[in-house]
């Protein structure tokens, strides 16, 4: 075996247990939001009618998006904050255990005691948080897929349209879920780059949580305040949280967009490995 699948299977193995928690919180949220629809999609749509600009912007009101259809009801309670939030604190903690966590115990400087290049270590480990990430991510969207017919989440709904007749709204589909996951596992693949490049370069875990978290939570905030107030809308390109509110891609389907952040995790990935290779070690 090579030393870089070596490295791989032994992140992988060590991080079992975290790996099963984050599923098993993920997959409860999902279901028990997915429970509530029967019961609440009525009243969340009602509530919601007449919501501020700030409260609109913060659960993805956009677009003409009913919440109390299927579609709707998941996406503001699931994927305009919920799934994405979770999978972005997963994919912060794995970008930063990949070279920052153990560089700041010591535990890198043992393995690189080894004959193990660098590079094996950069790209085994960053291959192994992004697969995680996308494990976590599959399993939560297997649950709500399940959920669906459970929950009659997938059953067609009626509703009044502007010239006073009547629509039919299709149900949620695993189709719909895939792309609404897809674009999840996105956003937070972009945010795992961003703490890895931040490891590579200052070693220090508690400096790259805290900065790829004031990073993350920064670009929301500068959406939501465009969104409430209009100002600061010629920058809200540089927040990720810009495509992904406004595609909606659980309700529109994949757009373009969504592979932006896996440009922004390529790069990141790059120039953090390269910097890893040219510095010296911290000492913890």
Do not use: H
């Not at 400096?207 to 670009?219: F, N, R």
């Not at 107030?229 to 373009?256: F, H, K």
């Amino acid at each position: 075996m090579s030393p870089g699948l070596r490295i791989y299977s032994r992140w992988m193995r060590d991080r079992t247990r975290s790996t099963i928690g984050w599923t098993i919180g993920l997959v409860i949220i999902v279901v028990v939001t997915a429970a509530f629809y029967p019961s609440l999609a009525e009243s969340t749509g009602d509530s919601l009618e007449n919501s501020s600009g700030a409260m609109g912007a913060m659960l993805g009101l956009s677009g003409g998006i009913d919440p109390s259809t299927p579609l709707g009801y998941l996406w503001i309670g699931l994927y305009a904050n919920i799934v994405p939030w979770v999978l972005m604190a997963l994919g912060i903690a794995l970008g930063t255990a990949a070279i920052a966590g153990d560089e700041d115990t010591g535990v890198l400087e043992y393995l690189l005691a080894r004959p193990v290049p660098r590079t094996s270590i950069a790209i085994s480990r960053f291959a192994a948080a992004v697969s995680i990430l996308f494990i976590v991510s599959a399993l939560s969207a297997l649950s709500l897929v399940a959920s669906i017919p459970l929950f009659q989440l997938g059953d067609a709904v009626t509703r009044p349209a502007a010239d006073g007749t009547t629509v039919s709204v299709a149900g949620a589909t695993a189709g719909d879920v895939a792309a609404g996951t897809f674009a999840s596992f996105a956003i937070a693949l972009g945010v795992t780059g961003l703490a890895f490049l931040i490891g590579g370069i200052t070693g220090r875990k508690s400096m790259t949580l805290s900065i790829s978290s004031a990073i993350t939570i920064g670009s929301y905030v500068l959406y939501t305040v465009s969104e409430s107030t209009g100002a600061l809308d010629a920058i809200t390109w540089v927040s990720a949280w810009r495509w992904y509110i406004d595609d909606a891609m659980l309700i529109n389907g994949l757009s373009w967009a969504v592979l932006l952040p896996f440009a922004l995790a390529t790069v990141c990935f790059g120039v953090g490995w390269q910097w890893f290779l040219r510095r010296d070690l911290q000492t913890p």
